[in-house]
């Protein structure tokens, strides 16, 4: 993102603006078709990809240790094996599992988590796969699809047992083409959802006079007007699922069911007549559920669409959500952090999260470093910068649901300082 200047005139507050260019073209699906192909070519793809990334980081890893296939390994010996987790989950949820207890009187529990202690590593390439072993590797800590490469020797009983492990690391990072040293400011809110029991349309009215100068007096204006683009990230609307049961639809339903919609392209018209708008889809949104998600249709927001600074784009959210389920952290910032070290969105995609079948690249691998990284609809509002070992500096956001904490996030583009701007409803 590259800014441009902008000056006060005749006491009057000018927005500041920024140079933007969208980069999510390879998440678009176009020429795409679905043929009745497998998912096993994505992860080919992701071998492919990370196999040659992390070759070329072994001369300076292990450059004395043999690099060998799962099928060519001998017991005892010392080598390098490169392939694709597979981590056996004793708790997964299987749909013939949960037919089975349906049908009888046990209750079906589902719980937050489907970690068990009797968890266990598989590695796999094109040649065979091998169960890994080893106080390196970390059941808790990895997911199926992570591609790695593992150091250590056959045991006698067939396992792999690992003395080290390397994963692709933080990619190379381009630097930032921030030209003046002015304070611009992006806005980050998540989880408006719409429609819903626990929305308050007066909370997000606020943080629409806010950002469009509104609110306050001349000092929040002044701060107001530096703010430069606001990002929506996923589950703007929420829709009574109950009237989508696949039949036809009477007017009072229709109404029910658009009103939510209605009600936030009126709230975008207000922002995007002064400020460029970038709205993302989320799982409870109308688009697409599985990954990635494309834009919502623009036909949704007739108002708010008719200005150029309405963009639609990307996902939000799952990715981390589902590595919550089948791996452990100390907090979200740590899978996040974990996703971009693995060089890869989405590893738990295609196993446990929805993505298309694509045949010929895996849209989801990390080749250049950000400098911000956020997920959108989160318990809490959490941030963290990190850096890698070439120097980068990535800051991390978790983006919190606005309908339960009325808390949006600001960026400052210039030094990627973060903080929470919170609006409340309640007057003494």
Same mark, same amino acid.
């Given at each position: 993102?590259?800014?441009?200047?902008?000056?006060?005139?005749?006491?009057?507050?000018?927005?500041?603006?920024a140079?933007?260019s969208?980069?999510?073209?390879?998440?678009?699906?176009?020429?795409?078709?679905?043929?009745?192909?497998?998912?096993?070519?994505?992860?080919?793809?992701?071998?492919?990809?990370?196999?040659?990334l992390?070759?070329?980081?072994?001369?300076?890893?292990?450059?004395?240790?043999?690099?060998?296939?799962?099928?060519?390994?001998?017991?005892?010996?010392?080598?390098?094996?490169?392939?694709?987790?597979?981590?056996?989950?004793?708790?997964?949820?299987?749909?013939?599992?949960?037919?089975?207890?349906?049908?009888?009187?046990?209750?079906l529990?589902?719980?937050?988590?489907?970690?068990?202690?009797?968890?266990?590593?598989?590695?796999?390439d094109?040649?065979?796969?091998?169960?890994?072993?080893? /106080?390196?590797?970390?059941?808790?800590v990895?997911?199926?699809?992570?591609v790695?490469?593992?150091?250590?020797?056959?045991?006698?009983?067939?396992?792999?047992?690992?003395?080290?492990?390397?994963?692709?690391?933080?990619?190379?990072?381009?630097?930032?083409?921030?030209?003046?040293?002015e304070?611009?400011?992006?806005?980050?809110?998540?989880?408006l959802?719409?429609?819903?029991?626990?929305s308050?349309?007066?909370?997000?009215?606020?943080?629409?006079?806010?950002?469009?100068g509104?609110?306050?007096?001349?000092?929040?204006?002044?701060?107001?007007?530096?703010?430069?683009?606001?990002?929506?990230?996923?589950?703007?609307?929420?829709?009574?699922?109950g009237?989508?049961?696949?039949?036809?639809?009477?007017?009072?339903?229709?109404?029910?069911?658009?009103?939510?919609?209605?009600?936030?392209?009126?709230?975008?018209?207000?922002?995007?007549?002064?400020?460029?708008?970038?709205?993302?889809?989320?799982?409870?949104?109308?688009?697409?559920?599985?990954?990635?998600?494309?834009?919502?249709?623009?036909?949704?927001?007739?108002?708010?669409?008719?200005?150029?600074?309405?963009?639609?784009?990307?996902?939000?959210g799952?990715?981390?959500?589902?590595?919550e389920k089948?791996?452990?952290?100390? /907090?979200?910032?740590?899978?996040?952090?974990?996703?971009?070290?693995?060089?890869?969105?989405?590893?738990?995609?295609?196993?446990?999260l929805?993505?298309?079948?694509?045949?010929?690249? /895996?849209?989801?691998?990390?080749?250049?470093c950000p400098?911000?990284?956020?997920?959108?609809?989160?318990?809490?509002?959490?941030?963290?910068?990190?850096?890698?070992?070439?120097g980068?500096?990535?800051?991390?956001?978790?983006?919190?649901?606005?309908?339960?904490?009325?808390?949006?996030?600001?960026?400052?583009?210039?030094?990627?300082?973060?903080?929470a701007?919170?609006?409340?409803?309640?007057?003494?």
């Open positions: 993102m590259e800014t441009e200047d902008s000056s006060s005139e005749n006491g009057l507050l000018h927005r500041k603006q140079l933007y969208s980069l999510d073209s390879c998440f678009v699906i176009q020429k795409e078709m679905y043929r009745g192909q497998q998912y096993s070519q994505i992860y080919f793809a992701r071998l492919h990809l990370m196999r040659t992390l070759y070329s980081l072994l001369p300076n890893w292990k450059p004395h240790i043999q690099v060998c296939t799962v099928i060519g390994l001998e017991e005892g010996k010392e080598c390098i094996i490169v392939g694709t987790l597979y981590k056996h989950m004793k708790l997964k949820p299987s749909i013939l599992e949960e037919y089975s207890k349906e049908r009888s009187a046990t209750p529990v589902r719980p937050h988590n489907f970690m068990h202690p009797d968890d266990h590593l598989i590695l796999e094109e040649s065979g796969r091998i169960k890994v072993c080893g /106080d390196v590797l970390l059941p808790s990895y997911v199926t699809g992570v790695v490469a593992l150091h250590g020797k056959e045991t006698g009983t067939g396992d792999f047992w690992v003395e080290d492990v390397m994963e692709g690391g933080l990619p190379h990072q381009i630097e930032r083409p921030i030209k003046s040293g304070d611009k400011y992006v806005i980050f809110v998540s989880g959802d719409i429609g819903s029991s626990t308050n349309p007066l909370k997000f009215q606020l943080l629409v006079d806010h950002i469009t509104h609110l306050g007096d001349k000092k929040e204006q002044s701060i107001a007007a530096k703010i430069v683009r606001v990002i929506i990230a996923g589950n703007s609307v929420e829709i009574p699922r009237l989508l049961n696949g039949q036809n639809l009477g007017s009072k339903d229709q109404f029910t069911l658009f009103e939510p919609i209605k009600e936030l392209d009126i709230q975008l018209t207000q922002i995007a007549a002064g400020i460029p708008v970038d709205i993302m889809p989320g799982p409870n949104d109308p688009a697409n559920f599985s990954l990635p998600q494309q834009p919502l249709h623009r036909c949704l927001f007739p108002s708010s669409s008719a200005y150029n600074t309405f963009s639609l784009l990307g996902t939000s799952q990715n981390i959500d589902d590595l089948y791996s452990d952290a100390n /907090d979200k910032l740590e899978f996040l952090e974990r996703t971009l070290r693995w060089r890869h969105v989405a590893p738990t995609a295609p196993n446990t929805g993505c298309y079948p694509f045949t010929d690249r /895996d849209p989801f691998f990390v080749e250049t400098h911000v990284y956020f997920v959108g609809n989160q318990e809490k509002y959490e941030t963290r910068l990190i850096k890698g070992a070439e980068q500096i990535v800051r991390l956001i978790c983006i919190p649901r606005f309908s339960e904490t009325g808390v949006a996030v600001v960026l400052n583009l210039r030094n990627l300082d973060c903080h701007l919170s609006f409340g409803t309640e007057f003494s």
